[in-house]
């Protein structure tokens, strides 16, 4: 199957839980495209110990995830 998450809020636990479940999704063997819109753009900023999103952001692309936007 083929899917799209769409993000457009920039809050920290939002970001880290789409990127979770676009993972989950790429693990299943589908494919995941990540839409980043408005303030999602950021998302890089919003890294942290307790959300670590660059850590599922490299693994979502290194899974031959998709990002658009």
């Keep these: 199957m083929k899917f799209t ?11 880290w839980n789409a990127f979770r479940l676009a993972n989950l999704i790429l693990s ?7 839409f980043l ?4 753009v950021n998302y890089r900023r919003l890294h942290s110990e307790r959300f670590p ?3 599922l952001a490299r693994k979502f692309v290194s899974n031959k995830g ?4």
């Design 37 to 40: 819109n408005g303030p999602s």
């Design 53 to 55: 999103i660059l850590d």
């Design 28 to 34: 299943q063997n589908d494919e995941v495209v990540i």
């Design 66 to 69: 998709i990002f658009k936007g």
């Design 5 to 15: 998450i769409i993000i457009s809020r920039d809050h920290p636990e939002i970001v």
